[in-house]
């Protein structure tokens, strides 16, 4: 048989019966069931496509809920589309209420917390959660992660004051804070502990220890002063090089990477370089340890040492520290220069540390009893208005005093009030600046060596703020003219 014939055969043939995909349109089934010869038209009314080198539109299709399935009619008794007629999946970007959530599968997890950041109720509600509260702390929640190193153009601190990652051996310590700060509300660094009252006397100090090492330090102070001006000048640069290293180690156990060697080689050698070549050594020292820090920073292997940031903290210890240190060695150097007559260096400078003790006494005791204002809260609550005038007030008569009693042969009354009210004003001025900085570093004291005041910084803080002020003052006045004519 030819293919012809059996092409022919196949088309007459209606053995094989109606099509499996029914039609119920007039023109697509004639009698009984043979389809006529209807041409298939693709009927697209989107127009053509694109030509292939126009650029993309961009556009995202979107797939959208279809619209119920029509009732099966007569025709409609095999429907092969059946299966897929449930759930059709719905972009995000539609917006339709519970469409993300309708399927059952798929959950929206735009609410809950980023990977690690735990919190304690958590672990309480949870039975399964089987840890401990030191255990806890570490997955607690930040309002801010510390970077791990400081990075150059930012200032690495908490809450926006600045403050790097803490060291190795202070991350327990941070991590016990922040579930305490988890569960109590308050955050973290903002109110440091005091002592108890039944272990600290006035101000939080232990006050039998503290005035008993006042005591041996102003003893020795004193004999040196008696003993020659180089004696004086060993001792501020033993308290300068000891306040040096509290605080380049402090800053070092909270981040930060300065050039400790370099910034307390300069602090030492600002008041000797002083004493011995005068007011024009002073802008050397701070050059070449300026130059010495960068050499530092240049010589490491890449950015990750953070030369800016790093070199704002040692030259801030180099300026804070040795250059007023330094007008410590000015002043002894004056007189052994013979630009002043006789002692009029030591004896400014033992005027200068009983105007400091007295006005550090005064603000203690009269802020302890009657402080009611906070100086600046944020710094220090414990200092207060009250305490600042008593100070001041006390300062003042103290100078009177000696005045009166004819115990300083360099100064007279009227330069005396002056110089009590300088201390008074720059003296709490220099610790409040020391406050700050251990507010912003979160420690309450740069070291522990002096006991009963924490440490050689903590203790004498004022005096780097007096001393440039008191020896201007001396230069300007000339106390030791008005008491020989007295």
Same mark, same amino acid.
């Given at each position: ?8 055969k ?17 023109d ?16 697209d ?18 797939v ?10 007569p ?38 917390p ?37 990075? $150059? ?8 004051i ?92 909270k ?9 307390i ?29 960068? $050499? ?16 704002? $903290?040692?030259t ?39 105007g ?20 600046r ?21 103290a ?71 008191v ?16």
């Amino acid at each position: 048989m030819s293919d012809d014939v059996w092409r022919r055969k196949a088309r007459d043939d209606d053995d094989f019966g109606p099509p499996l995909f029914g039609d119920d349109s007039d023109d697509a089934v004639v009698g009984s069931g043979v389809r006529t010869d209807k041409p298939i038209v693709f009927d697209d009314n989107s127009g053509s496509l694109p030509h292939w080198t126009e650029p993309a539109t961009g556009e995202v299709p979107r797939v959208r809920k279809p619209a119920a399935a029509p009732v099966a009619g007569p025709a409609d008794e095999l429907d092969v589309w059946s299966s897929f007629a449930g759930q059709a999946p719905v972009w995000q970007d539609d917006d339709q209420p519970g469409a993300s959530d309708q399927s059952g599968q798929l959950e929206d997890f735009s609410d809950m917390p980023r990977s690690g950041a735990f919190s304690e109720s958590t672990a309480q509600d949870d039975p399964f959660f089987d840890i401990t509260d030191a255990d806890i702390s570490g997955a607690v929640a930040a309002t801010r992660r510390e970077p791990g190193r400081i990075t $150059i153009g930012t200032d690495p601190t908490d809450e926006g004051i600045g403050r790097p990652t803490p060291s190795k051996g202070r991350a327990r310590t941070s991590r016990e804070e922040q579930a305490r700060a988890a569960r109590t509300g308050r955050p973290t660094g903002s109110v440091r502990t005091t002592p108890s009252q039944s272990t600290a006397g006035v101000g939080g100090r232990d006050m039998p220890t503290a005035v008993a090492v006042g005591a041996l330090m102003a003893a020795v102070f004193v004999g040196a002063i008696i003993w020659k001006p180089q004696a004086v000048l060993a001792i501020v640069v033993i308290v300068i090089g000891l306040a040096a290293v509290e605080y380049f180690e402090k800053v070092t156990e909270k981040g930060y990477q300065p050039a400790s060697v370099v910034g307390i080689v300069a602090c030492v050698a600002a008041p000797l370089a002083a004493y011995w070549v005068g007011e024009r050594a002073i802008p050397l020292v701070m050059v070449f340890a300026f130059i010495a820090g960068c $050499i530092s920073f240049i010589g490491a292997p890449n950015l990750n040492s953070s030369p800016m940031p790093n070199m704002a $903290i040692t030259t801030l210890g180099v300026t804070w520290i040795g250059l007023s240190g330094a007008y410590g060695g000015l002043i002894l150097g004056a007189q052994s220069a013979g630009a002043i007559p006789g002692h009029a260096g030591t004896d400014t400078l033992l005027l200068l540390a009983v105007g400091v003790v007295v006005n550090d006494i005064g603000a203690l005791f009269v802020g302890s009893a009657a402080g009611r204002t906070p100086l600046r809260g944020w710094i220090s609550p414990n200092k207060s208005v009250e305490g600042f005038i008593g100070g001041a007030l006390l300062t003042i008569i103290a100078m009177v005093v000696i005045g009166i009693a004819g115990k300083s042969d360099t100064w007279s009354t009227p330069n005396l009030i002056a110089l009590g009210i300088v201390i008074a004003i720059m003296a709490p001025l220099g610790d409040l600046t020391e406050s700050m900085f251990k507010r912003n570093l979160d420690i309450k004291d740069f070291g522990s060596i002096v006991k009963g005041h924490g440490g050689v910084l903590d203790r004498f803080d004022g005096f780097l703020f007096a001393l440039p002020a008191v020896f201007y003052l001396m230069i300007v006045l000339e106390p030791w003219t008005t008491a020989v004519r007295k």
